[in-house]
C-alpha cells in the first residue's frame, strides 16, 4: 500500500532557528512529491514539486529536496509567518491522485 | 481571477440527513478533484471528475456518497443519509488540464458536523 510519513508531528522554533521536516514514502511508482503549505481554516496552497532523486527547489526561506525514499523541506531562518501546516504527497497514478501524509504542524516564535 | 469556491464553508446536519456540498473550480479549469480531511489526518483522495463525467472514483466510500460534475454548474458531493463519522473538512481542488506537476489548487473546504 502507497504510504506517506511526516516527522515530527509538530515543530516549534524561534525565529531565525533553523531546521528540516521529513517526508518519507513507500510507493510502487514515484511519479512525483510535492509540498504543500496549509494555514488554519484553509486549503492547501502548493509549494513544490520534486520528480526525481537528487533534485531540489527553493522558494524564499524554504528549500524542498527528495532522494528515493524520502524528502526534506528546510527552513532557513524562518519568520513567524511561516507558522502553518506543511503537508508532503506523492502522486501515485497519473492524474493527480495524491496520498498525503498526515503534515508537520510548525510554530515559529519571535 | 477567483479561486475555487466551495460553499457553504460551514454545515451541520443531524444523522439521516443530506448533506450537499458544492464546488466551483478555477475560471478554465475542467478537472475538479474531491478530498476529505478527517481530524488528525491527512487529506483522502475521494474522487476525480472532468465535466459529465466520473474518472477516478476509487476513494468514494461505496454506499451514501455520490458526486458529479454537470455541464452546466458547480460540482456536487452528496453524502446521504448522514452519520457522526462523516463529520470531516472536505476539500475540493481543480486544475486546468490532466496535468502532471500536482499542482492542485485548492478551495478552503466545507466543514461539515453531524450531530
Known amino acids: 500500500e502507497d504510504q506517506v510519513t511526516q516527522s515530527p508531528e509538530a515543530l516549534r522554533l524561534q525565529e531565525g532557528e533553523s531546521s528540516s521536516l521529513n517526508c518519507s514514502y513507500t510507493?510502487?511508482?514515484?511519479?512525483?512529491l510535492f509540498w504543500y503549505r496549509q494555514d488554519p481554516g484553509k486549503g492547501p496552497e502548493f509549494l513544490f514539486t520534486l520528480y526525481s532523486a537528487g533534485e531540489e527547489k527553493e522558494k524564499e526561506r524554504l528549500k524542498a529536496t527528495l532522494t528515493k525514499k524520502e524528502s526534506f523541506l528546510h527552513i532557513t531562518a524562518p519568520k513567524p509567518e511561516d507558522s502553518a501546516t506543511y503537508l508532503c504527497a506523492v502522486e501515485v497514478e497519473y492524474g493527480n491522485k495524491l496520498v498525503f501524509g498526515a503534515g508537520t504542524i510548525l510554530r515559529v516564535k519571535s | 481571477n477567483a479561486g475555487v469556491m466551495q460553499n457553504p464553508r460551514h454545515l451541520v446536519r443531524r444523522r439521516g440527513q443530506e448533506a450537499r456540498l458544492r464546488c466551483s473550480p478555477m475560471k478554465g479549469h475542467s478537472h475538479v478533484y474531491w478530498y476529505r480531511q478527517l481530524p488528525e489526518e491527512g487529506l483522502k483522495f475521494m474522487v476525480y471528475l472532468q465535466k459529465e463525467n466520473i474518472i477516478d472514483e476509487s476513494g468514494m466510500p461505496k454506499e451514501r456518497f455520490s458526486a458529479e460534475f454537470p455541464k452546466e454548474g458547480p460540482s456536487i458531493l452528496r453524502i446521504q443519509q448522514v452519520v457522526r463519522g462523516d463529520s470531516a473538512a472536505y476539500f475540493c481542488?481543480?486544475?486546468?488540464?490532466?496535468?502532471?506537476?500536482?499542482?492542485?489548487?485548492f478551495g478552503e473546504g466545507s466543514r461539515l458536523t453531524v450531530l
Open positions: 510507493v510502487s511508482g514515484l511519479r512525483g
Open positions: 481542488a481543480s486544475s486546468p488540464i490532466q496535468s502532471n506537476t500536482g499542482e492542485l489548487f
